[in-house]
């Protein structure tokens, strides 16, 4: 079942405000409001739409500086300007910034419609809603990968995915072949480097009879048996070159020759990769083929690290609970919200499955039906964590918060202050505190 298009809403009208955000949800949206370009910005740093409806004049920042914000932050982001004082003057300013449409109030029920449905068809996959439903995200920049993906998932093009260990590179790349038109056909997972050269060749490429170590059968190797279908070479960095070679006249030619055979097979695979480690290093230093990188770095989706999006720390850490649950029987129900609070504040090295590992722990060793505070400190103790005091936690936010408001204006001070409800004497203090200079953050001209 699809779940309900969500649109965002933003008007300093607060009547007209209400009545059309009933309008939209008897017509089955699901409906967020917004009173000012500040309210609605501020809600996207939590939530993501999959469509934003905004006045044109509003007091403080209209809908276009909106839109801007909305440009440089939710990459994608289809958005619908409405205004009470229409003329053609703003009609082409709107549509030539990249605004989706332009409504007149009164809004004609009929365009509105039909202009949130054009542009929910760009905003919204083609496919069932739950293609990436493991995952589970609030954060901004786990979001706008996801939105990436969503996009070139259809396409049948190479993809590098790329981020720190543990991050759920081999989960992205199931996202993809489940958002694709190959969902329906195999999807195979190969680890470069967990086999010696003579095996990942077999692996790969397969063999025929007697051609590999005495084996007495053929085998298919992974490019044919996920043929029509996905493959996914994991840890690609450690391909041999020689087997480097191979893989790209096989993905260029489209067709694999197995180990001791005489002829040529064709095969039918889009093939993604990942890596944790530098591969345009590993290129420039020789190890790696330029031509092969190339190949499959048609496009890369660069995952974030798990501290990278301590918003999803708990949700992460309630879904893990909830599948440990539903395999075993368990006394455990839920996580203090204390618990929770640790939690997301810890630095986690190994990402998303040092997360796991971590809950899996909890469940084993909790003696209560809710995982208290102080398990979690042991278990992070245990796993060589340093949870950092109150202050030292508060200093990091700040530090965090100081660094994103500025990216936000551009290294603006005065609409940085605004942005964060300060002066600009005791915003200037905050950033000298921290040894910030707002110059860094300001946009080189070309």
């Known amino acids: ?14 009547s007209l405000l209400k009545l059309l955000g009933l309008r939209l949800k008897s017509e089955g949206f699901e409906v967020a409001t917004a009173t000012s370009g500040a309210e609605a910005l501020e809600w996207l740093e939590r939530e993501r739409p999959d469509l934003v409806l905004s006045d044109l004049r509003m007091d403080g920042m209209d809908g276009l500086a909106l839109f801007d914000r909305i440009q440089r ?8 300007i409405m205004t009470a004082h229409g003329s053609i003057t703003d009609a082409v300013s709107a549509t030539r ?23 929910l068809a760009v905003s919204l996959p083609a496919f ?34 790329t981020g720190p260990a543990g991050a759920g590179k081999e989960l992205m790349a ?3 072949h489940q958002a694709s038109p190959r969902r329906d056909h195999p999807f195979v997972a190969l680890n470069c480097g967990s086999l010696p050269e003579p095996l990942l060749e077999s692996e790969l490429f397969g063999h025929v009879r007697g051609a590999f170590d005495g084996a007495d059968a053929d085998y298919a190797g992974v490019l044919l048996t996920a043929a029509g279908g996905t493959l996914l070479l994991d840890e690609v960095e450690e391909l041999p070159a020689r087997l480097q070679s191979r893989l790209l006249r096989a ?28 591969l345009v290093a590993a290129m420039e230093q020789g190890r790696f083929r330029e031509d092969l990188f190339y190949r499959l770095n048609v496009v890369n989706l660069a995952l974030p690290a798990l501290k990278e999006r301590p918003e999803d720390i708990p949700l992460l850490a309630r879904h893990f609970l909830e599948q440990i649950r539903q395999r075993q029987a368990t006394q455990v129900t839920g996580f203090a919200p204390e618990a929770l609070a640790l939690l997301a504040a810890a630095a986690w090295p190994g990402n998303v499955r040092q997360l796991l590992n971590l809950v899996e722990q909890a469940v084993a060793m909790a003696s209560a039906p809710v ?12 796993s060589g964590e340093q949870f950092p005091t109150f202050n030292e936690a508060r200093a990091e936010f700040e530090r965090m918060y100081l660094n994103k408001v500025l990216r936000m204006t551009d290294g603006n001070v005065t609409q ?12 200037y203090k905050l950033l000298s505190r921290h040894g910030i200079e707002a110059s860094v953050f300001k946009r080189k001209e070309d």
């Open 1 to 14: 079942m699809k779940r309900k298009a969500r649109i965002l809403l933003v008007d300093d009208d607060a």
């Open 73 to 80: 932050q939710h990459v994608g982001l289809p958005v619908v």
């Open 97 to 119: 910034s990249g605004v989706f449409g332009f409504l007149t109030k009164p809004i004609d029920k009929e365009a509105l419609r039909r202009t949130i449905h054009e542009a």
């Open 128 to 161: 069932e809603d739950d293609w990436q439903h493991d995952m589970l995200t609030r954060s901004p920049a786990m979001t706008g990968v996801l939105e990436q993906a969503r996009r070139i998932a259809p396409l049948d093009i190479s993809v590098l995915i």
């Open 174 to 176: 199931r996202v993809l």
């Open 251 to 278: 993905l260029e030619q489209q067709e694999v020759r197995p180990r001791g055979g005489t002829r040529n097979i064709k095969t039918d695979v889009r093939v993604l990769s990942a890596s944790s480690r530098d």
């Open 371 to 382: 995982i208290g505070v102080q398990l979690i400190e042991s278990l992070l103790t245990g």
């Open 416 to 427: 940085a202050a605004a942005l964060a409800g300060r002066n600009r004497s005791d915003f």
